[in-house]
């Protein structure tokens, strides 16, 4: 099990590249978040799994509703076993929560009843990061990609307890851990709604909130917002990689690099959740901090990103956008000097609605 930060991706024909870099100061704010777990698990017992373990504690086992949240990524195909753990404790008796399948996309399952309590509902791609959320408020079972609400079933009960440990990454009676990241895991005691899942997927939960139980940020074993301290099980090397670059280069293609450092990509998507989206194209117009994106038609723009220097009014860099479209797109923000990130989405449906985060990146102290 690594402890790292992520460059972003690059679009390229049937691929995605994904490079370990250095590790960001803790109070970095980012998402997804700043550094994370890179676990490697083979699909056996062996030495390969990795966890964070977090010793059973009565406000572990909420009582009438959960939700459980995490930001992750898996390279595909899994070798030998194809269940992978992303939180549990105990399936057989209490709440899991990880991706089975083979080949290149594997569908998020659930338990919170014990292993009588099955659900599998949702597709995760190979490569980018994926954000994922299962509740339950007794009745109905919910499960979430990246906001999207990808399947519901009738619940047997409120969810189940155990005496075992909280593993992330792993559980006492599924040890296999993922081949892959998991970063920014949460624990609440309600069953959170769908906006209340988009209100946060992109900003980090440092304080208390009505229902939250932890966040583990993952780049320190401990609860960001209590005291549900963990352990970090398995191997777990250096922080590797290359240093931050200076700049991000010059726009074009499918990347816009504006005020010099920060690259800007967007993918859309046409047909239903688990379908790969498309990498945007930018408008041929030089600009130092702003660009255009269109999807299908180069005629028929789409997304408008800005990024601005706030750094003298309240020491943020700032980002915005505006759109013309409805269909489900994700907007990448990356600074090549702190490799800090954010993604921010638009659902399929309704207008896109405007950006105007003027907190999305510190400047430096």
């Not at 790292?4 to 679009?11: C, D, E, Q, T």
């Not at 959960?66 to 930001?71: F, H, K, L, N, R």
């Not at 009745?139 to 079933?153: A, C, F, K, N, P």
């Not at 690259?263 to 255009?292: C, E, K, M, W």
Request: aromatic share 10%; with cysteine; hydrophobic share 40%.
């Amino acid at each position: 099990m690594r402890i790292l930060a992520h460059r972003h991706f690059r679009w390229m024909p049937g691929a995605i590249s994904m490079l370990v870099l250095l590790a960001l100061p803790a109070a970095a704010a980012a998402q997804p978040f700043s550094l994370a777990v890179l676990l490697e698990g083979d699909g056996t017992t062996g030495s390969s799994n990795g966890y964070l373990s977090i010793p059973n504690a009565a406000a572990l086992d909420p009582t009438s509703a959960i939700t459980i949240e995490a930001w992750i990524t898996v390279n595909l195909p899994f070798a030998n076993e194809n269940c992978r753990s992303i939180v549990g404790k105990n399936w057989e008796q209490s709440y899991w929560v990880g991706v089975c399948g083979s080949g290149s996309t594997v569908e998020l399952r659930s338990y919170i009843n014990g292993e009588s309590s099955i659900f599998t509902s949702g597709i995760v791609l190979s490569g980018p990061w994926v954000h994922v959320a299962v509740t339950s408020d007794g009745s109905t079972r919910s499960h979430y990609i990246d906001g999207e609400l990808v399947g519901t079933q009738p619940e047997t009960g409120p969810p189940a307890t155990s005496t075992a440990a909280l593993e992330i990454g792993g559980d006492v009676s599924w040890p296999y851990s993922l081949n892959g990241n998991i970063n920014e895991v949460r624990l609440w005691n309600v069953a959170r709604t769908e906006a209340e899942i988009r209100s946060t997927i992109n900003v980090p939960v440092r304080t208390a909130q009505p229902g939250l139980v932890a966040v583990w940020p993952m780049f320190t074993p401990d609860d960001a917002v209590g005291s549900l301290n963990g352990t970090f099980a398995g191997d777990i090397p250096p922080v590797l990689g290359p240093p931050a670059e200076s700049s991000c280069g010059t726009s074009g293609g499918q990347e816009l690099c504006l005020q010099g450092h920060y690259l800007v990509q967007a993918s859309f998507r046409l047909g239903a959740q688990g379908t790969p989206s498309t990498p945007a194209t930018i408008v041929d117009a030089p600009n130092p901090g702003s660009g255009i994106f269109w999807f299908v038609n180069p005629d028929d723009w789409e997304i408008m990103a800005k990024v601005l220097n706030g750094c003298s009014i309240n020491n943020q860099w700032w980002v915005f956008s505006a759109a013309t479209t409805n269909v489900f797109y994700q907007l990448y923000v990356i600074d090549v000097q702190t490799w800090q990130q954010k993604i921010y989405f638009n659902y399929q449906g309704p207008p896109a609605p405007a950006v105007t985060d003027t907190s999305a990146f510190a400047c430096p102290i």
